[in-house]
Each structure stands twice: as structure tokens, then as C-alpha cells.
């Protein structure tokens, strides 16, 4: 099902950053710290009451400012409360109602949409009276909360759950690969659209970021059958808050969630940039399977080395992501291209596949003796057992005597002798180390 968004507006100063830190922070925090990795945290994903939705922190929204940055983060901030299906309309108990809250709330009243108004930093009792007077900005009851100290979050996220909508199904069966193409402006996702259809089925432009919503295109090859997802190209930060760039980046996102693979696009040309990283760093967050795509290798110059020393490059720039295979093609002239829809295949095989428990812990006893776990303060690591617990991504347990005797470093060397006894190419692993209850 696809994930209703959730805004959180208002002006600057009131909390909204370390609210959306708190709906987040759980699930960003079991994702691995690997080398390369950089998160953009204007963007998330939450789940509360089993309910899963995307978060988006928007900038202060500041009404009479002057400065252009400022009138560029209201944009962004109206555009987010355009896409959104619920608001967390933000305010603070010390400050009292502002005229830039009536300002927002104006803002708000036109987008008729629903709301939650919480107000922030009531980190006492004796402030909770002073949320009274925040009725007269017309949202109904107002939920105190604290940023600080996390007392009312939950009552605000039972009150944002209870309004969320329920987002329909795509018509897609379960054998359709839904692919998406993310990558910055111009890179050539269009056109890499149009050349894997045969067809001019996406508008394709010189000028960068034509594309502005994610457009689906359904189609069937060899007797599978794929979606491809084209976004709009996410920009680098300095450039985001540009008109349309939040909202591009946003469905960017969605597009990404909805995906199997997710097909990260790299201009072979211009060569790689901070932003490939971060645009690479959405699609491993969200446990994507993932295929870099280097594009326009026509125009690049080469000799019997240049393949390979490109290639080396993206390894050494995306440590996170060496899982992932890399497929040079050019949209223009087709070449290679026929290569990219069976690496597509073999990788979202990869996402959804299942390892046997009692094979999973002949690789892990291979490996404790080729290499047993070392000794911390004379403590050592004992691996009871581990299982496979789910699918896409693949998310391994491993169940110990204590999680903290497992080094990051351990860990790493187990992942890799998995990796190298069955074929995850493509997708990345989830690990996790649990103690082993005694009645296990």
C-alpha cells in the first residue's frame, strides 16, 4: 500500500526538526553507519499504531521576511503542504500565538487540508494552561507536546494516524518489477525511459529537471513484466529550494518506496558528484535492491582501462553500496542496454529471496571456524543460532550470549561470507544481533 505524507509546518524556532527526529530516529537508527553514508533528514519515514507514512520537515516558514532564501523556504514549505494528506501544524506554548501563526494558519485554512496544531515546548505542568489560547487559530483541540523531554508525542501521532488516509493499492500484479530511475537533473532518466521502451513515451528536454512528477510506464519483456518509475532529478542541496525541487524530491522519494529496484543514474560524462551520493544514500536507507546505471558513456573519451577505472571510482565513493552491480549503457545509442533488464531480474530475485535457517547456520559455523569472534575483556561472542526473519530487503537475526560483544567489524566479515555463499548481488542486508533468552 502506498504511504499517505505527513507535513510539519510553521515558523521558524518552534521544534520542527527535533519532532520530526523523534518520529524517525527509531528507524533511521537500526539502519547501518557504513562509510559514504549521507542523509538528507528532511525526509523519513514513520510508523505508529501499525500504520506506516513519509514525514517531510519543512523549513520556518517566515511571512514578512525579505531575504530570498526565506521566501524560497515558504514555497517549499506551501508546496509540502500540497502533497501532504495530514499537517502537523507546529507552535510554541512560550512564545504564545504570533502574527506569523496567523499567517501559516491562513496558509493552512486555503490548502483545506487536515490538520493536527501541536504546541511545542510545553516542558511543564505549569505551561499547559498556556495552550489555551492557541484555540483561536481555529484547529480545534491543541495536543501539548515537548521536543525536549518526548512527553505528548504519542497523543499527537494517535491523533495523526486517526485522520491519515488509506492510499489505494497500484493495480500491479505480483510478478510486475516496479523499478524507479532516481538521479540528479539531466542525468538522462527520461531518455533512459524512452530507450528501454522503444518509444518516446516520457517528454525528454535538454533543459535539466523537465520532469516533474514520477510518471509511471508499464510494459513487458521476455514475458516479465516491469513499471518503470521516471522522477523529476533531485537537486543538490543549494539548489532544492528552487519553485518545484521539494515537491520533485518528494515524489522522488515516494517513487522510491513504492520500488523493487531502484535503477541509481550517474552521468558517465560529468563523472560523480557529493549529490550522487546522497541521491545513492535514499535508495540504501530504504532497503531498496539497487543497479548503478552510468549513462552516456558514448560521450565519455576511453581507452582499454576507462570501464575499470570508472568502475573503482564508484566503489571507492559509494562504500555503503558495494553490493550493487553497475551496467554502462547510453540511452542515445543504445548500447548495452539490452544488458540492464536482466541485471534488473537478478537483483530483485535477490531482494525477495529466502535462505534456509539450517543452511544459513552451516555458512555462519563455516565461518566462526575459519575465524572465530575475538575476545573482549576476556568476554567472547558465542553465536547461538541465526535465521532469516524477512524479505526485501533480506533481514538477517543472529541470535548471541551478548549484542554488545558483536564488533561492527565482525559483523562485516559474517555479512561477507553470506554474500559469498548465496547471491544477494544487488540488495542490501539487514542485520540485527539479539540476545538469546534463556526459554529460546
Do not use: C
Not at 43 to 53: H, M, P, Q
Not at 75 to 95: C, H, N
Not at 364 to 371: E, G, M, R, W
Amino acid at each position: 500500500m502506498a504511504r499517505p505524507i505527513v507535513a510539519i509546518v510553521g515558523r521558524p524556532n518552534v521544534g520542527k526538526s527535533t519532532i520530526f527526529n523523534r518520529i524517525v530516529g527509531d528507524r533511521l537508527a537500526i539502519v547501518e553507519d557504513k562509510p559514504g553514508v549521507t542523509r538528507d533528514r528532511l525526509y523519513g519515514s514513520g510508523e505508529w499504531l501499525g500504520r506506516a507514512f513519509s514525514i517531510i520537515d519543512t523549513g520556518g516558514i517566515e511571512i514578512d521576511g525579505e531575504d530570498q532564501m526565506l521566501k524560497l523556504v515558504r514555497i517549499q514549505a506551501e508546496l509540502a503542504i500540497e502533497e501532504a494528506d495530514v499537517i502537523i501544524f507546529m507552535v510554541d506554548a512560550k512564545s504564545g500565538v504570533t502574527g506569523s501563526d496567523d499567517e501559516v494558519a491562513q496558509m493552512l485554512y486555503r490548502a483545506k487540508k487536515p490538520v493536527v496544531l501541536a504546541v511545542n515546548k510545553v516542558d511543564n505542568m505549569k505551561r499547559q494552561d498556556e495552550i489555551y489560547e492557541f484555540y483561536s487559530l481555529g484547529f480545534g483541540d491543541p495536543i501539548s507536546i515537548s521536543g525536549s523531554h518526548g512527553t505528548g508525542i504519542g497523543d499527537m501521532l494517535d491523533a495523526v494516524v486517526k485522520i491519515l488516509p488509506e492510499k489505494p493499492e497500484e493495480d500491479y500484479g505480483e510478478d510486475t518489477i516496479r523499478v524507479a530511475l532516481i538521479g540528479r537533473p539531466n542525468v538522462g532518466k527520461s531518455s533512459l525511459v524512452n530507450a528501454i521502451l522503444g518509444e518516446d513515451r516520457v517528454i525528454v528536454s535538454e533543459m535539466a529537471g523537465t520532469t516533474r512528477d514520477a510518471i509511471d510506464t508499464p510494459f513487458e519483456k521476455d514475458g516479465q513484466k516491469y513499471v518503470l518509475i521516471d522522477t523529476a532529478g533531485m537537486r543538490k542541496r543549494g539548489k532544492v529550494y528552487e519553485t518545484t525541487e521539494k515537491y520533485s524530491v518528494m515524489r522522488a522519494m515516494q517513487a522510491i518506496e513504492r520500488a523493487d529496484v531502484v535503477l541509481v543514474v550517474i552521468n558517465g560524462e560529468e563523472g560523480i558528484i557529493e549529490q550522487d551520493k546522497h541521491i545513492a544514500g535514499y535508495a540504501h536507507d530504504a532497503g531498496k535492491a539497487s543497479v548503478f546505471v552510468v549513462n552516456k558513456w558514448d560521450a565519455v573519451e576511453k581507452d582499454d582501462k576507462t570501464m575499470q577505472e570508472f568502475t573503482q571510482k564508484i566503489r571507492d565513493h559509494f562504500l555503503f553500496m558495494t553490493y550493487a552491480p553497475i551496467v554502462f549503457v547510453s540511452a542515445k545509442t543504445k548500447q548495452r542496454l539490452q544488458k540492464l533488464l536482466p541485471v534488473v531480474g537478478e537483483v530483485s530475485e535477490a531482494h525477495a529471496m529466502r535462505i534456509q535457517t539450517h543452511l544459513l547456520n552451516d555458512v555462519i559455523s563455516d565461518a566462526l571456524a575459519v575465524n572465530p569472534p575475538p575476545t573482549d575483556k576476556g568476554r567472547r561472542l558465542r553465536l547461538n543460532y541465526v535465521t532469516q526473519v524477512s524479505v526485501k530487503p533480506p533481514t538477517i537475526v543472529f541470535f548471541v550470549n551478548d549484542p554488545e560483544l558483536m564488533h561492527f567489524s565482525y559483523e562485516r566479515y559474517l555479512e561477507n561470507r553470506i554474500r559469498a555463499s548465496f547471491n544477494f548481488d544487488g540488495t542490501p542486508l539487514r542485520l540485527f544481533t539479539r540476545r538469546k533468552s534463556d526459554d529460546e
